[in-house]
């Protein structure tokens, strides 16, 4: 038990937790996206459900390493390319959120916010919202936990670092919805993010590896340049009532 507060496995425990909770970015985009389709009281409860769904799939898969890593071996060939589980997984997800994100800029840029009757927004089934997550939480899941164990060598390090991650996901996770409803250019700019994402994912899954490091960077440099375009949005408002 000792071993376990060493240098090396601390170390191990800071970076894995840093690098599950810049991973877990996109999963709390896309459940910021998703939960703003419901009424307001059920938002919290179907982020922490989503959330909480995703550590307790990681801390499942991280208990099957055997299944996991058997994810990774070849099923079969198209065009001499070997095709493995993981591989279906991403793509199949992949093509999801593509989908989904395209559907939603559908319905913001043609003036649709939604369902209504009786002039009445029309809220999403808490049900249906909550499948949508668990079925995206699946395929970022897999895709940590493979990243997790080429990281560490120690399964309780690994579930640790996870349970540590998604706390801090949980904390944040309610500010960034919020954040993203009150603009709507900041959702556009979300959901931007998980078509990129998607790509990325589809990509994966035919075995064209892009880094990671390129879509935050490039998630990152929109994100600041969005952030300046409110501030210099703010100051203009203020300048103008001042004027007046």
């Not at 191990?12 to 459940?31: C, H, R, Y």
Request: aromatic share 6%.
């Amino acid at each position: 038990m000792a071993e376990l507060f060493s240098t090396e496995h601390l170390i191990a425990f800071v970076t894995l937790t840093a690098m599950e909770i810049v991973l877990g970015i996109d999963n709390i985009v896309f459940i910021s996206i998703l939960t703003s389709k419901l009424a307001p009281g059920e938002r919290p409860r179907a982020r922490q459900l989503g959330l909480g769904g995703a550590m307790l799939m990681r801390i499942g898969l991280l208990l099957s390493l055997t299944w996991v890593m058997g994810l990774t071996a070849v099923l079969f060939s198209i065009a001499g390319h070997g095709v493995a589980g993981r591989d279906l997984v991403l793509l199949g997800g992949g093509l999801f959120l593509l989908g989904k994100a395209t559907f939603e800029i559908h319905e913001r840029t043609e003036g649709h916010g939604g369902p209504a009757v009786a002039g009445r927004p029309v809220h999403a089934k808490f049900g249906t919202i909550v499948a949508q997550i668990m079925l995206l939480d699946m395929v970022f899941s897999l895709d940590s936990v493979i990243t997790a164990v080429g990281m560490a060598s120690s399964l309780t390090v690994m579930i640790a670092a996870v349970v540590a991650a998604v706390g801090v996901m949980l904390i944040f996770a309610g500010r960034v919805s919020d954040f993203v409803e009150r603009h709507p250019t900041i959702k556009m700019l979300a959901l931007s993010f998980l078509v990129l994402i998607g790509v990325m994912l589809v990509a994966d899954g035919c075995g064209q590896h892009i880094p990671k490091g390129y879509i935050y960077f490039a998630m990152a440099f929109s994100l600041l340049v969005e952030m300046l375009n409110l501030r210099a949005h703010k100051v203009a408002q203020k300048r103008a009532a001042a004027g007046h």
